[in-house]
């Protein structure tokens, strides 16, 4: 089995010790792609080389909704001249999104969300999206400006905003939430939903999986993540790789 981790954030210094060390652990368990969402300006100018030194690991750049109030002014026209400069290991705009756990006030997140899914149909790429406690609102602002295609990373909501977002195009993110007995309501979405809406992730050195509490995530897990889909599915392991790669595929523009 091959497996693509679609949300790891292979860039932050939990790896900075033996990050090629790393890569290399996770991809002798099968992982043999995985996406590095940008999270803030300080980091894109990074990632096209990280990414380069490393086989079967790509990015994207954005705005997260937790570096929307520290950004500069005119990060809007930095991201678009970005973009401009990025290789073929760019496959998304994000990570963007909204978060009903901070701060920064709604308009202020709806703000930054919508200038870069504006950029994102100019430049037909897909969007990495966050969402926590704001499902809703996302799905409100993604009708107005509906994406070439993309995913909400971490999903753990209902069955009927899974549904909503699928019509949309956007796919969900399948992480460590799901290996958790008692996330009784995501494990039943996620088993619902028709498979070829779903992709998987680790959100890594983030999202622990269960047994693993309070140490750092890390993409040689994400066959784990697999596991659990495959148990609350009833499928077998192999076959739903199979269809999981081909969505991640599709969804990144590599079939």
Known sequence: MTLTDSHCHFDFAAFDDDRPGHWRRARALGVHRLVIPGVEEA???ALPGLCAS????YYALGLHPWWVARAAAGWQK?????LDDADERCVALGEMGLDGNI??????????LNAQLRLARERSLPVILHSHKTHDQLLKWLRRT????????????????AEAFWKLGIHLGVGGTITYPRARKTRATLAAMPVEALVLETDAPDMPLCGFQGQPNHPARLPQVL???ADVRGQDQTALA??????????????
């Open 43 to 45: 980091r894109w100018p």
């Open 54 to 57: 490393l086989p079967g690991v």
């Open 78 to 82: 930095k991201l678009a001249l970005a």
């Open 103 to 112: 701060a920064l006030t709604a308009a202020e997140q709806e703000a930054a």
């Open 146 to 161: 509906p994406p070439v295609g993309g995913v909400v990373h971490g999903f753990s909501g209902s069955l009927q905003q």
């Open 227 to 229: 596991s659990a889909l």
């Open 242 to 255: 199979v269809q999981l790669e081909h969505n991640v595929s599709r969804l990144f523009g590599w079939s």
